[in-house]
């Protein structure tokens, strides 16, 4: 969730009185009805959900598999650490694992021209890794996704945007170090715009799947969709590849509060086909009812 969102959040973590003065409680909140069906390749079936803590797993998630029986990863406000946020770094994003075990947490600032990605080894070491930003990108590092062969890391900007952006894998890619600055290699151009991406993970080393925030829903008829991106070709960081954008689904959008939902971060655990989603609860029900859930294809 990028600097606007996080305002919305912080607001709803921090000022509970004055989200107590705004909530509603008339009654169950209806999902915004889909305009236009989604122009659906595949299907995603909702199989359940667990509450999603305000605190620690409002922003992002991840599953890790490396070491082995390792539990989930989330990212939320409360898992930010001290020395960061007094550095300036105080919002992190929707995080990914590669195969082999390392963790990348995404992180932004509110000001200046770096982002910042967070790396934990396999052995438990923690390093960071700087971008500073190109030409014309966005200061929001709203998530990462680490390609199946795990050199290559995309990463994605907050508003309407036509692009996701392609660096090495801090901390996996021989090519990067954290006393250097991490260069952008590449770009995934696509075919549709998109807006307020919150998270996306490879389904395969074509495939993103991909939790969008939009509270418009005029890019594909709905408010909140699950997109799917088909890539031209496995990123590798020499050359831009395009990307194919389809619309799969709306998010579930059920809460005992009305109002405005966040989507926010996505993991695809590849063990289990398993898919699970982030759906922040409108106004004092972000502390109830927010969800991870959770769903299957077919």
């Known amino acids: 969730m990028p600097l606007r969102a996080r305002q919305r959040c912080h607001t709803a973590l921090t000022g509970l009185a004055v989200l107590a003065l705004s909530l509603?409680?008339?009654?169950?909140?209806?999902?915004?009805?889909p305009a236009a069906k989604a122009r659906a390749a595949e299907s995603w079936t909702e199989v359940g959900s667990d509450r999603a803590d305000p605190l620690t797993e409002s922003q992002g998630l991840a599953s890790v598999e490396v070491p082995?029986?390792?539990?989930?990863?989330?990212?939320?406000?409360?898992t930010i650490p001290l020395g960061l946020s007094t550095r300036g770094w105080n919002h992190v994003g929707d995080p990914d694992a590669s195969y082999d075990g390392h963790?990348?947490?995404?992180?932004?600032?509110?000001?200046?021209?770096?982002?910042?990605f967070r790396v934990q080894a396999p052995d438990g070491s923690w390093s960071e890794y700087v971008h500073t930003l190109s030409a014309g990108e966005a200061l929001n590092n709203s998530w990462s996704a680490i390609s199946p062969d795990g050199q290559w890391m995309l990463a994605g900007e907050w508003g309407t945007m036509n692009r996701l952006l392609v660096f090495p894998t801090p901390g996996v890619n021989p090519a990067t170090s954290p006393s250097a600055d991490l260069p952008?290699?590449?770009?995934v151009r696509l075919d549709?715009?998109?807006r307020d991406v919150q998270g996306c993970d490879f389904l395969d080393a074509t495939t993103l799947l991909c939790s969008s925030d939009d509270p418009e829903g005029t890019l594909f008829g709905i408010t909140k969709p699950l997109l799917r991106i088909d890539l031209s070709a496995a990123p590798n960081g020499t050359a831009d590849v395009t990307g194919h954008v389809t619309a799969l689904r709306q998010l579930?959008?059920?809460s005992a509060c009305s109002g405005s939902f966040e989507a926010e971060g996505i993991d695809y655990d590849r063990r289990t086909g398993t898919l699970?989603?982030?759906?922040?609860s409108p106004g004092f029900c972000v502390l109830t009812d927010s969800k991870t859930y959770r769903f299957t294809r077919g």
Do not use: W
Not at 24 to 33: F, I, K, M, V
Not at 184 to 187: R, S
Not at 276 to 280: S, T
């Open 24 to 33: 509603c409680l008339a009654g169950p909140a209806a999902a915004d009805a």
């Open 68 to 78: 082995a029986g390792s539990p989930n990863r989330y990212t939320g406000i409360g």
């Open 103 to 116: 963790y990348v947490e995404p992180y932004q600032r509110d000001d200046g021209n770096t982002k910042m």
């Open 192 to 194: 549709h715009a998109v």
């Open 252 to 254: 579930p959008l059920r």
């Open 184 to 187: 952008q290699a590449a770009t």
């Open 276 to 280: 699970r989603v982030i759906v922040v």
